[in-house]
């Protein structure tokens, strides 16, 4: 990936509310926060922290590079939750990943192991999962709600996994920006 595409894709995820307006700036506050080991969830109970990790990783999967949970994505999120976003952006956030929830109960789709109807994302078949998700990605300009909480977090999530260390040093293998100039280099005039 070359650097005017990752921007590309940090300058979509600089859209949310609480994140810097600049792509430089994103990628600083992103780094840093990183930096910034977190031990626990603060903003997201059990069970919204298992939706959060599931989507995260639907949205940006294991393969031969790392997924969105080896490289802390949905930590990450807790993290921007608890320090970054405002109680208002806080609460529509949960309300939605709520929301989410509730449209999965609604679909009648049944568990896998028991049979019994799923109550959360996490129960639905896969096919239903990747059904439900596309929906609320078309839905992700929604002002409230399932589609707004999914359009943040699939905002996030590559706001996250493009601005960690893992990512920054094996996929994209390149210094963003310049830290500035370290005059190292001998001048000779020109002729």
Not at 101 to 115: E, V
Request: charged residues 25%; hydrophobic residues 40%.
């Amino acid at each position: 990936m070359q650097r005017r595409e990752a921007l590309r894709f940090l300058g979509a995820a600089i859209t949310i509310p609480f994140l810097p307006r600049s792509a430089e700036r994103g990628i600083e506050l992103g780094e840093r926060l990183h930096r910034e080991p977190q031990a626990t969830y603060r903003t997201l109970d059990r069970d919204q922290q298992a939706l959060v990790t599931e989507l995260a990783e639907m949205i940006i999967p294991e393969t031969d590079t790392p997924g969105a949970t080896r490289v802390r994505v949905p930590e990450f999120i807790d993290l921007m939750l608890t320090e970054w976003a405002t109680d208002d952006e806080r609460a529509k956030f949960v309300a939605g990943l709520a929301d989410i929830d509730k449209r999965a109960a609604s679909l009648g789709a049944r568990r896998q192991s028991t049979q019994e109807p799923a109550r959360r994302f996490s129960e639905l078949p896969a096919a239903n999962k990747l059904d439900l998700a596309t929906r609320l990605d078309a839905a992700r300009h929604d002002a409230t709600g399932a589609g707004h909480a999914f359009g943040q977090l699939k905002e996030l999530t590559v706001y996250a996994y493009f601005t960690s260390k893992p990512v920054v040093d094996t996929i994209l293998k390149t210094q963003m920006f310049f830290d500035g100039y370290h005059g190292n280099m001998p001048f000779t005039p020109a002729t």
